[in-house]
């Protein structure tokens, strides 16, 4: 199959719309194969040919579009029709039954405890029955949303970019904000201090934020609960 599933494709112009379909909805290869009646092979490849189209695309949208509007500036006194929302949060999982690696973030556990986990059990395996393995990390992600202001005057998320980053300094989110935000486009934050650089070095940009220590919505309207919201489901 080529990369325009037309001159090397043995398959008929409906069943690749089939194929398509289900990649769409998340069948799985075993379900579609049968349904589809086609090979191991042919439905897999068929699989990556789709996600490997998704992915370009959304490359070359992230590579060409830049969130906001450019129209950042509020009038009266009101907030912009269209505003960028950023926050950072730590990706989080769970262990299940207490099984498995102790994350980073865990309450401190003694030395001696961990070390035990570690021994291998008579057979040389670890006991699966405890946690294991020394505890790992896990990453942070930076996020920023594009809200649209509805005619009730709240905000709608549009566009959500998940970005994993290695630190959380001032320079790697800047370089981060000023690469993904139009010019001229209105930032909300909360008071974090790499943030508050923001619109300055003739960046062209223009930030409010809110204290979440004081209060989460400020009386110029100044949130990022749609952020939040979003962050929070990642």
């Known amino acids: 199959m080529d990369r325009t599933w037309r001159a090397n494709c043995?398959?008929?112009?409906?069943k690749i719309l089939q194929t398509i379909f289900h990649w769409t909805t998340q069948s799985s290869v075993k379900l579609?194969?049968?349904?589809?009646?086609v090979s191991d092979n042919t439905i897999v490849d068929?699989?990556?040919?789709?996600?490997?189209?998704?992915?370009?695309?959304?490359?070359?949208?992230?590579?060409?579009?830049?969130l906001g509007d450019g129209n950042g500036q509020r009038i009266n006194s009101q907030p912009p029709e269209v505003v960028v929302q950023i926050d950072e949060t730590l990706l989080c999982g769970k262990r299940r039954a207490n099984y498995g690696r102790l994350?980073?973030?865990?309450?401190?556990?003694?030395?001696e405890e961990i070390q035990e986990w570690e021994e291998l059990?008579?057979?040389?395996?670890?006991?699966?029955?405890r946690n294991h393995g020394r505890r790992i990390k896990r990453p942070w992600i930076f996020g920023l949303v594009e809200c649209h202001k509805q005619p009730d005057g709240h905000y709608k998320s549009g566009e959500v970019r998940l970005i994993i980053v290695e630190k959380r300094n001032q320079e790697a989110l800047l370089h981060i904000i000023r690469e993904n935000v139009a010019k001229g486009s209105m930032i909300l934050s909360d008071i974090w201090p790499p943030y508050m650089r923001i619109g300055q070095?003739?960046?062209?940009?223009?930030?409010?934020?809110?204290?979440?220590s004081e209060r989460f919505v400020v009386e110029n309207g100044v949130h990022t609960h749609k952020i939040l919201k979003e962050s929070g489901q990642s």
């Open 103 to 111: 994350l980073a973030a865990d309450q401190t556990i003694p030395e």
């Open 121 to 129: 059990n008579e057979n040389g395996q670890l006991d699966g029955n």
């Open 32 to 37: 579609s194969k049968i349904l589809l009646d």
């Open 46 to 66: 068929s699989f990556n040919h789709c996600r490997e189209v998704c992915r370009t695309i959304n490359i070359q949208h992230f590579n060409n579009h830049k």
């Open 10 to 14: 043995k398959l008929l112009p409906e």
């Open 201 to 212: 070095d003739d960046d062209g940009l223009i930030h409010e934020f809110v204290n979440h």
